[in-house]
């Protein structure tokens, strides 16, 4: 395929309501060079024939429907990049949003002059069910790396795209991903890409309206109820589980990493298996961060509290 080629990955289930909208967005691109794999989760709706109406305006080939693992979201994205073509750039599609019609052409522009791997990411406006603006998404200052990807996920997977390097190692890791039942795809992404040593590339430019309703499958995380539930999940246990599959995914996947971001796997993974306050000091030794100093605290807190043993 072409350089300027993207392969675009959409995982769909049930999603009859909102992918009309979704879909005319991305025939409305003005960087044209794009092919379509949605994988259907086993929808019961007119989701399907929705995605068959808006292949049959194409060329054979441009746009194909896969059956996905029925395994819900995340292994299905993991589904998709295991069946993308090797070679081009991909990006990841969520059924329910609207793309600007930029919103490609500022990806490929970011990744394009990047030899090595390059993982692009955006804001968003946030929008409610009818796509009513409510509110940009967070705008973050500090820099994107492997010490922020190892405990936060912040390169948004509706706006991420991977030039084909970066595409060729996460077809690489995918296997390891899926044994390891990570909780989610775009934070397995962004711990990847950045430990492989890529680059990671967010622009502060909103480039697609994301929808929230009721079916949204993680929704904003903005909002002080939403800050208030991923705050107790980092006391009760679950973001726990979800480091140590995180971990499981990265270690099978080492030898795809850098020496140091390898030693820093290594020497995070020890921290864990300590008794809360040496974890707490070992963890800060190695300058993990999020992205707010609220939630970098808290990080440090759940560690001191013993909740991120394994």
Not at 254 to 272: I, K, Y
Request: charged share 20%.
């Amino acid at each position: 395929m072409p350089s300027s080629t993207v392969v675009i990955l959409l995982a769909s289930y049930n999603g009859a309501a909102f992918l009309p909208a979704q879909l005319d967005s991305i025939a409305a691109q003005s960087h044209r060079d794009w092919r379509l794999i949605v994988s259907d989760d086993g929808s019961s709706d007119a989701t399907r024939q929705i995605v068959g109406d808006f292949a049959a305006r194409y060329a054979a080939g441009q746009v194909t429907v896969i059956d996905g693992p029925r395994q819900g979201a995340t292994r299905n994205f993991l589904h998709l990049v295991e069946q993308a073509p090797r070679g081009p750039a991909l990006a990841f599609c969520d059924q329910d949003d609207v793309w600007y019609p930029e919103k490609l052409a500022r990806a490929m522009a970011a990744i394009a002059p990047h030899d090595g791997p390059a993982h692009y990411a955006a804001r968003t406006i946030i929008c409610a069910e009818d796509l009513t603006e409510l509110t940009p998404s967070r705008r973050f200052s500090r820099p994107f790396g492997f010490r922020n990807a190892l405990i936060q996920a912040c390169m948004a997977g509706n706006t991420a795209v991977f030039n084909p390097a970066a595409a060729a190692i996460l077809q690489q890791g995918v296997g390891a991903a899926i044994a390891a039942g990570i909780e989610s795809h775009d934070w397995w992404a962004y711990q990847l890409i950045s430990g492989a040593g890529g680059l990671p590339i967010h622009d502060p430019e909103p480039v697609l309206s994301y929808r929230q309703h009721g079916r949204s499958e993680m929704g904003r995380n903005d909002t002080p109820r939403a800050m208030a539930k991923r705050l107790g999940q980092l006391f009760q246990g679950d973001y726990g589980s979800w480091l140590q599959a995180n971990h499981r995914a990265l270690d099978q996947s080492r030898h795809l990493l850098t020496a140091g971001n390898r030693d820093l796997l290594d020497r995070m993974q020890d921290a864990l298996h300590k008794p809360g306050p040496l974890a707490a000091a070992m963890l800060g030794r190695l300058g993990l961060y999020r992205h707010t100093p609220a939630g970098t605290a808290a990080f440090y807190a759940a560690a001191l509290a013993g909740r991120l043993r394994p």
